[in-house]
């Protein structure tokens, strides 16, 4: 996180620096008015003897007024420009590295969380930012050349008494801020609380209504906002206790201005038109003492903002390299043939003491296909997930072509295998894009190819804007078997050597089915291919097929050979032909 900001700091340091050197102008052109005006009042005991001095001071004042506007638009340009323009560099570095975690790292967080982090921990930096840049630089300014032209143009003992209701002021601040600090951190673990509450909700809007549970959502919904509402109101009460005293400070410097500076003009040490200027830089401090609570408060926030972003920035990524250029990194292989080995593998999840796979052994060809059964938990995505990377994997445990994976780089490894998940994710986007995965270099005629492999031709053909049709959030606009060979269309337009299905059928019927899955086998003739599912129709004709139980091959071989031994497989296979001829005579 601290080197992600140093580069924002220097890419946009000179724009800063140019925001700071015209705040600073301008806060030394609004102290000459109050002068001016001081020595117009003194000028007119004597008009007609003055009258040349007092039209100097209008023209000042106009010249003053006019090179104030010039000044005030461009650092105002800059107070706004450049606090989103950290808030964009941010945002985009955090989702670069959001990417590149590991997905152990990312998979638990909630969406609400993540969310969190882009609304409201990177608009908290964006505001600090301007705040320390504006109103920092202001209060700094002002102290300077007020104080200066206190002591300067009036009475250096007025003005030191003058101030001293500040300084215990500053003190009152320090005190109430640590509430105000423990208040916003309440507040912020409630809204994070909320927003996953709400992603949560409405991501499960379906399940909802169809259990009419929606008095209870409301009911927790309203518990968890006013209890947010609190945390908020105790946030708003110590912020307007700093701004009361803020209030009483200057009412007190003013009393103290009042009634000495009028003993000092009944003595003749300063003129009335001093004690009306001094009193108009006492106008002037009373800006910049009152944003100090303000900018106290947001750097509290910026802080707890800056601590949360910092963990995801800590969080381990994967190590991916679009060039290798060095030597101690991973070379890119020529091409990936296909042919798998995996020798004794182990793996348990982090934090997990239990394995997920236990000295498993499998041998896959080239061009061959492999089916995976198993029970629910039994290691299936596991495997495959290793086989992608997607958690790291021990030396000498999976090779590629002779090669052991971890020599592999991430990207060459990825870009030659096609995954079809499970969860069958597809973005709000056309269908085109989500079956070229956003890339350029397919043609339509390719993608439409495609998707009469994958048997949803005639289903997009009959949408309004065909493969052109913007899809809904995650394919809310398809049905279930549709948003299946969309993804499974993937497969046939991108060109890899190994092809992987995790349970991508399970939503199809089986005339559909068996069109795909013969669309499939010609796909895959010269290709690797692993085939996940819970269905034997699914991968009876799999070259080898194993059976994982709690993370241990317990049966392996050809479909024929496996319905002989009548163990395991056989009990699938048993039980899955009992239930079509009970839904065939039903």
Same mark, same amino acid.
């Given at each position: ?355 997920a796979l236990e000295n498993v052994s499998i041998n896959l060809k080239k061009g061959e296909t492999l ?18 990377r997607l958690y790291e994997v021990e030396r000498d445990k999976i090779f590629i072509d002779g090669k ?6 991430? &990207?060459? =490894?990825?870009? +030659? @295998?096609?995954?079809? /998940? %499970? !969860? ?89 089915? &068996?069109? =795909?899955?013969? +669309? @499939?086998?010609?796909? /895959? %003739? !010269? ?51 009992i239930n079509t001829k009970e839904s065939i005579l039903n």
């Amino acid at each position: 996180m601290k080197e992600a900001l140093k580069k924002i700091g220097k890419k946009y340091k000179w724009k800063f620096l140019i925001q700071i050197v015209f705040i600073i102008i301008n806060i030394y052109l609004l102290t000459i008015p109050a002068t001016m005006i001081g020595k117009m009042i003194d000028y007119m005991y004597d008009i007609s003897a003055n009258r040349t001095q007092i039209m100097m001071c209008v023209y000042s004042l106009m010249g003053i007024s006019f090179a104030l506007l010039v000044i005030r638009v461009i650092w105002k340009f800059f107070d706004t420009y450049l606090p989103r323009s950290v808030e964009m560099e941010l945002k985009n570095v955090l989702f670069s590295q959001l990417l590149k975690l590991k997905i152990y790292e990312i998979q638990n967080k909630k969406n609400g969380e993540l969310m969190s982090y882009f609304v409201k921990d990177v608009s908290e930096i964006r505001v600090c930012t301007a705040r320390i840049f504006s109103y920092g630089t202001r209060i700094v300014a002002y102290t300077i050349f007020v104080v200066y032209a206190m002591i300067v143009n009036v009475d250096l003992k007025l003005t030191m008494i003058t101030l001293i209701p500040i300084v215990i002021t500053a003190f009152l601040v320090v005190k109430i801020k640590g509430y105000l600090e423990k208040s916003f951190q309440k507040a912020q673990s409630t809204f994070t609380e909320l927003s996953e509450y709400i992603q949560e909700s409405t991501d499960a809007i379906k399940t909802t209504k169809a259990y009419s549970q929606e008095h209870q959502q409301i009911k927790k919904f309203k518990k968890l906002n006013a209890k947010l509402r609190g945390h908020n109101n105790a946030v708003d009460v110590h912020a307007t206790l700093l701004n009361i005293s803020i209030k009483m400070c200057f009412g007190i410097c003013y009393g103290i201005s009042l009634l000495y500076g009028s003993n000092l003009i009944l003595q003749n040490q300063i003129t009335v038109g001093e004690f009306v200027a001094f009193n108009s830089y006492i106008g002037l401090f009373y800006g910049p003492v009152s944003w100090l609570p303000s900018l106290i408060s947001r750097w509290k926030r910026a802080q707890i903002a800056y601590a949360r972003l910092d963990k995801v920035f800590q969080m381990e990524k994967e190590k991916i390299h679009t060039r290798m250029l060095k030597e101690s990194l991973p070379q890119p292989v020529e091409a990936i043939e296909g042919n798998i080995e995996i020798k004794e593998l182990t793996f348990r999840y982090p934090e997990f003491l239990i394995p997920a796979l236990e000295n498993v052994s499998i041998n896959l060809k080239k061009g061959e296909t492999l089916g995976i059964i198993g029970a629910i938990g039994g290691g299936k995505t596991t495997l495959v997930n290793l086989l992608t990377r997607l958690y790291e994997v021990e030396r000498d445990k999976i090779f590629i072509d002779g090669k052991d994976i971890n020599d592999i780089a991430i &990207e060459q =490894l990825r870009e +030659n @295998i096609c995954y079809i /998940t %499970q !969860d069958n994710f597809l973005f709000s986007a056309k269908l085109k894009d989500n079956i070229s995965m956003f890339k350029e270099e397919y043609e339509n005629e390719e993608i439409e190819i495609s998707t009469k492999k994958a048997v949803i031709y005639d289903e997009i053909n009959a949408m309004p804007d065909k493969i052109h049709t913007v899809i809904g959030e995650r394919g809310i606009d398809l049905s279930g078997g549709q948003k299946q060979r969309v993804a499974i269309s993937r497969a046939f337009l991108k060109q890899s050597r190994i092809v992987i299905f995790d349970d991508a059928f399970c939503a199809l019927d089986n005339k559909t089915e &068996e069109a =795909l899955l013969k +669309n @499939i086998r010609e796909l /895959t %003739q !010269d290709k690797t291919c692993i085939i996940i599912s819970n269905r034997i129709s699914d991968i009876k004709h799999s070259d080898t097929i194993i059976v994982l139980e709690d993370g241990k091959i317990v049966e392996q071989g050809k479909h024929e050979a496996l319905i002989n031994r009548h163990n395991q497989y056989y009990n699938y296979y048993k039980q899955q032909v009992i239930n079509t001829k009970e839904s065939i005579l039903n």
